[in-house]
């Protein structure tokens, strides 16, 4: 157990280094610019694998570890436990020597004041043995058997996120009313799939047909509707909405309601000849609530052109000129741009949401109206020609879902008789003594003392009214004297 658990201290220092370092499944831009910031210590980090930790050998090597240890510890205790349900007390300990102990008459013989004792633990639920004039009797290693089960359950976890992170995969994809997604890894504008998930992907196509978003009076919004149709093959077999909390489920893959924005649809032009046509994802800036966009276009002559994009679904002015949404519904929607000029960097990997301005000069600004056009430099001219509205789906595929179903269950199972049960023995003694039978009565608790101090008393006086007890038991007083 010592060894479980330092391999698991080491194990949640490990996930830090994940969570400290940019993970190459995650976000391989940020490798990029980790690895440029930190030039000194790139080298080292790529050999020791502390961008794909997860997926290192070394740290799948603590994790085989850590369920090896686990199972050591729990081995031993199975094979114990089995060996005590098989065993029975002993009828012949010395029954004085208890703290729980009571004595007293009876006019029954010894026989039937011991089948009346019987009787009396077995509706309690006891086992028993008889022998030699006394009984022995315990009950409670379900409380043992509750502990193995919630321990089990923790081997059954660390199994089922190994399922999980070893053999699923998280995905997100922003789609644009009336564009579709597959299920590749191409498809994905960010995705982290398990170690043993080899690219399992199941091909099929989601195609947003249209988004509803309904607001709250202060503009909140109050609930996200992805309308759907599920392609595969080449035909839709499946129509479908998506809602926060519903999500939908398809050939083992669910898929969740995550974010939205507006799509601003951009086109470039040079020289009359169309050279940049798309509906560009805009992301919302939580601060000023403004919504910012990109449109980068190497194609252009004699520099490349940037485009660093501000839209307000709703413009209006405050003061200074200050622009603002006046509401979150698009009544009046506008762009303002900002040209930039020179090389876009990129030769190297870079976020499709940013603009490097590194080796780029600030042109002309300006604003378009939804169905306005622009004309820049170079026979360079903008349209805005439509606004559309993207969803933001996540995909996730999670084979250990029902193994970490399985251990939730398995802890709520073993937790509640560990923590409400006890073992404990009683032993019922009936002796000869001439015209009457001296009964005795003992037992000793492992846990739960007060409890089963409670309990021992309540089942002393069950078996004076059944065994007919003409001397009440006296309890044992810390003199040593016998009532």
């Not at 399922?163 to 997100?172: S, W």
């Amino acid at each position: 157990m010592k060894t479980a658990i330092i391999l698991l201290f080491t194990l949640a220092a490990a996930s830090a280094i994940g969570s400290l370092i940019p993970q190459r499944p995650v976000n391989e831009f940020s490798v990029a610019r980790w690895q440029i910031n930190h030039a000194a210590w790139a080298g080292l980090a790529e050999h020791l694998g502390l961008f794909d930790v997860f997926g290192s050998a070394w740290f799948t090597a603590i994790y085989v570890l850590l369920l090896v240890s686990v199972l050591g510890c729990l081995v031993p205790r199975y094979i114990a436990f089995a060996k005590a349900l098989r065993s029975r007390p002993k009828i012949d300990a010395s029954l004085s020597q208890f703290r729980n102990y009571r004595y007293g008459m009876s006019r029954l013989e010894s026989e039937s004041a011991l089948s009346g004792a019987a009787r009396v633990l077995r509706r309690r639920r006891f086992r028993m043995v008889r022998g030699n004039g006394t009984i022995a009797a315990e009950k409670g290693h379900v409380r043992e058997g509750g502990s193995l089960i919630f321990h089990t359950a923790f081997f059954v976890l660390i199994v089922g996120i190994f399922l999980a992170r070893g053999f699923g995969f998280t995905g997100q994809s922003a789609i644009v009313e009336g564009r579709r997604f597959t299920d590749a890894r191409v498809g994905y504008d960010s995705i982290k799939e398990g170690r043993f998930f080899n690219d399992r992907h199941r091909g099929f196509s989601i195609q947003l047909d249209r988004f509803d978003v309904d607001w709250y009076a202060n503009g909140v919004p109050k609930d996200f509707n992805s309308h759907v149709s599920v392609i595969d093959h080449g035909r839709v077999v499946r129509t479908d909405s998506i809602r926060v909390n519903e999500p939908m489920n398809y050939r083992g893959i669910n898929v969740y309601q995550l974010a939205w924005g507006w799509a601003p649809h951009i086109q470039v032009f040079q020289k009359g000849t169309l050279i940049s046509d798309d509906y560009v994802i805009f992301l919302q800036d939580s601060g000023s609530q403004t919504w910012r966009g990109v449109v980068k276009v190497p194609s252009v002559t004699p520099a490349q052109l940037g485009l660093e994009l501000y839209f307000f679904n709703d413009l209006d002015l405050a003061a200074g000129n200050v622009p603002f949404n006046a509401s979150p519904y698009p009544r009046r929607p506008f762009v303002f741009y900002q040209e930039w000029r020179g090389d876009l960097g990129l030769s190297v990997p870079q976020s499709v949401y940013q603009l490097d301005k590194s080796a780029l000069v600030k042109n002309k600004s300006g604003g378009l109206a939804i169905g306005g056009k622009q004309a820049l430099d170079d026979g360079i001219e903008i349209r805005f020609p439509d606004l559309r509205k993207y969803s933001v789906l996540q995909m996730t595929a999670n084979p250990g879902a029902w193994v970490l179903f399985a251990a939730a269950v398995l802890i709520l199972v073993g937790l509640i008789p560990a923590l409400y049960s006890s073992r404990r023995r009683i032993w019922v003694r009936a002796i000869p003594a001439g015209d009457v039978v001296r009964i005795e009565v003992a037992g000793h608790a492992w846990q739960r003392k007060a409890a089963f101090e409670e309990e021992f008393n309540a089942l002393v006086r069950e078996l004076g009214r059944d065994l007919k007890v003409e001397q009440p038991a006296a309890s044992r007083v810390e003199s040593g004297i016998d009532g």
